[in-house]
């Protein structure tokens, strides 16, 4: 990906002109490492992001709205107290390097006016926050360093702000990087740009060398030169340029990566975007939505790994007592027959022969004593170990049951993990493992304003398809929201999702049933790519499974198709 100082640039440059002049409403912090800062500019409200994750560093303008903590951080507090109510004056890069500033101007608690520069050095594990002021000191910062041995700064309140070192030329500074290039002699011109100037990822100056027709393996000619430095004129003011295009690279169909223009010397399928910030939001933010979502599920996966695994070594044990409990009958018989051949036996005997009269032709069979007992003792010791072991065994035939069911159920809480997208979805699986006795109640919960979550929604000629994420919408989607007449679909002898098509008292089409069902399977554990076996019947059809665990469901009258996955992704409603 070209996060680099040409690409960040632009921007800059976009997002100066988009967010200059606006005015602050609001700033909260729904990440540890992220901002976001709510403005009016013209009557259009915008949100804008700043995110000093070591992962996946980004400044972009959002259209997502994310649930806010209900105890802002201190940092967030010091933002609202210097900014709040104030305007941007201006977004321009810093140094060369991947360091955006925004500029604010607002009013003090004296109401005089101040100037303030929110300062986002997007730099991997280096990225950070800082809040500047007019004279540059740090007025408080994200992460605060006493020294950072990288970067060789100290990053803490009252100190004054230094950028990172340099050690490159600046890519802005054109006459010092043509003559860089003038002087050199090898054959590897990439390589040297990218460890000379600053500012170039490896894609972009393979872009650069591209464009202006020089070739990498060639001493540079004194033409070629020229042309390089005119061709780095056009990259750093690309905004300007014909060549501007925001768009997102291609990867399996899904948007991986965003540039200012579609690089030609790339073999990538490009897809344009309105805007470079659009770009950055549909590229980035998907993977740090995918990131943030694996971290904020870290603790489910680890409770509900943790609780099957707890569930399968109790299930181990259990077989193994009944194992052991398998030889019951055969307790009862020794005890049987030496009730009957008492007058054969004596104490002190460590075995007796006596004829089986349990078996056709009544063989000769040999039962062990204990020499300590008596004939009777012996007996008696047979059928109390028969005892104990059909007690045993109903005991944990029960207790295999039970666990079974339970673990069934904890599975089928697994598809639900992953398939959690909001803080909503994350608060009620977390519910429900709480709930199963997976996870131990946190006093650091509900730390985040969440609301029941809502289901999917699909529409397929005229018919409303709706889909759980989790047991909970399943059962409230299939007892509470759906009606006897309609329709109840899920992928057969796996767990996931219940489907419910909205019949409304018409007849549903065959192409909306399979539909529903391939749409079952996708939200399913079914193997991607294989024909999966789906059930549909009518909802009047179901019951409560009678553990009364959430999203269970008995049925005996239903009908099957055998479909492949399918997200269906155009027949996605939109929120």
């Known amino acids: 990906m070209p996060n680099d100082f040409i690409t960040l640039n632009a921007l800059a440059k976009e997002l100066n002109g988009a967010i200059s002049g606006g005015k602050i409403d609001k700033i909260t912090m729904p990440e540890a490492d992220e901002i976001n800062i709510f ?40 933002l609202r107290k210097c900014l709040s109510g ?5 977004v321009s890069m810093l140094g060369d390097d991947r360091i955006f500033d925004f500029s604010f101007t607002a009013r003090n608690e004296l109401r005089d006016e101040v100037t303030y520069s929110l300062i986002v050095e997007t730099m991997g594990r280096y990225s950070n926050i800082l809040l500047v002021d007019a004279g540059g000191t740090i007025k408080d910062t994200l992460k605060q360093a006493s020294f950072d041995t990288a970067t060789k700064r100290c990053l803490l309140p009252s100190v004054r702000y230094q950028l990172p070192p340099r050690n490159k030329l600046p890519c802005t500074d054109i006459d010092a990087v043509a003559t860089a290039l003038k002087n050199y002699n090898g054959t590897d011109l990439a390589g040297f740009i990218m460890s000379s100037v600053s500012g170039f990822s490896a894609l972009t100056v393979k872009e650069l060398l591209y464009t202006a027709g020089v070739d990498n393996s060639q ?38 990566d965003y540039f200012v223009f579609p690089y030609s010397s790339s073999t990538l399928s490009f897809s344009p975007s309105p805007t470079l910030s659009a770009a950055v939001e549909t590229c980035i933010g998907k993977k740090d939505e995918i990131c943030r979502r694996n971290d904020h599920t870290k603790h489910l996966r680890k409770a509900h790994s943790a609780a099957v695994s707890k569930l399968r070594k109790r299930l181990e044990k259990c077989r193994q007592r009944l194992a052991e409990a398998s030889g019951l009958e055969r307790n009862r018989k020794f005890g049987e027959l030496l009730t009957a051949n008492l007058y054969k036996i004596s104490r002190g005997d460590r075995s007796v022969t006596v004829q089986d009269y349990y078996e056709e032709g009544m063989p000769e069979i040999t039962i062990p004593l204990d020499e300590k007992l008596s004939p009777g003792q012996n007996a008696q010791q047979y059928f109390k170990k028969y005892a104990k072991q059909k007690r045993t065994l109903e005991v944990v035939t029960a207790q295999i049951k039970d666990s079974e069911a339970e673990l069934q159920y904890l599975l089928s809480i697994e598809p639900s993990i992953a398939l959690c997208s909001t803080d909503d979805e994350i608060a009620e699986v977390e519910n429900e493992l709480i709930a199963a006795g997976a996870l131990k109640p ?38 509470k929201v ?27 089409p065959d192409d909306v049933i399979l539909t529903a069902c391939e749409i079952a399977c996708y939200w399913s554990q079914a193997q991607p790519g294989t024909k999966t076996v789906c059930d549909y019947t009518s909802r009047r059809n179901l019951k409560r499974h009678p553990s009364g665990k959430p999203g269970m469901v008995l049925y ?10 399918n997200e269906h992704k155009e027949l996605l409603q939109k929120d």
Not at 86 to 90: D, F, I, R, Y
Request: proline fraction near 4%; charged fraction near 20%.
């Open 39 to 78: 403005l009016r500019k013209g009557g259009e409200n915008l949100i804008l992001a700043l995110s000093a994750n070591a992962q996946n560093p980004r400044v972009h303008l959002t259209t997502r709205k994310k649930n806010a903590p209900l105890v802002a951080p201190a940092f967030c507090m010091r």
């Open 86 to 90: 104030g305007v941007v004056n201006s």
């Open 219 to 256: 001493k540079p000619t004194a033409d070629d030169v020229a042309s390089l430095s005119e061709q780095l004129k056009t990259f750093l003011d690309v905004n300007s340029s014909a060549a501007f295009s925001p768009c997102c690279s291609l990867v399996n169909g899904a948007e991986d």
């Open 442 to 479: 946190s006093g650091k919960r509900n730390k985040t304003r969440t609301k029941a979550a809502e289901p999917l929604f699909y529409e397929k000629d005229g018919f409303t398809i709706a889909v759980g994420k989790n047991n909970l919408q399943n059962d409230k989607l299939t007892f």
């Open 482 to 508: 759906a009606n006897g007449g309609d329709l109840w679909v899920h992928a057969k002898d796996v767990h996931g999702s219940h489907v419910i098509v909205f019949a409304e008292g018409r007849v549903i």
């Open 556 to 565: 005996t009258t239903y009908n099957s198709a055998t479909v492949t996955a």
